[in-house]
């Protein structure tokens, strides 16, 4: 079964920055919003940011706005999460998931698909 995989995740200090990667390939994502959500423990998980398919439209949630900067590059089947001034509470394992359309239409974890594995992002303070 096809999945995004996504890597770039670490440890970091509080105030840095991390860019995430998520491979992704053929039609089966490019035709299509991707979005990157995040857990932490004993948590639900959460809507981070989208990109609609051409990639000229985002959302973000509130607590990353300003900080956070979803993009994806479709020539090289790449979605990416570029985090800066990262804070402790940004703790999480963050996935890539398609969204519905091709279009930024949803924030709901239940309405995304093709889910990858995940990637560790810890913040110490």
């Known amino acids: 079964q096809v999945q995004p995989v996504e890597s770039g995740g670490g440890l970091v200090q509080a105030g840095g920055s991390l860019r995430l990667s998520c491979t992704v390939s053929?039609?089966?994502?490019?035709?299509?919003?991707m979005a990157w959500f995040r857990q932490a423990p004993g948590k639900e998980r959460e809507f981070v940011a989208a990109i609609s398919w051409s990639g000229r439209s985002t959302d973000y949630a509130d607590p990353v706005k300003g900080r956070f900067t979803i993009s994806r590059d479709n020539g090289k089947d790449m979605v990416y999460l570029q985090m800066n001034s990262l804070k402790p509470e940004d703790t999480a394992v963050y996935y890539c998931a398609r969204g519905p359309t091709r279009y930024v239409s949803s924030r709901y974890p239940g309405q995304h698909d093709y889910w990858g594995q995940g990637t560790q992002v810890t913040v110490s303070s």
């Open positions: 053929g039609r089966t994502f490019s035709n299509y919003a």
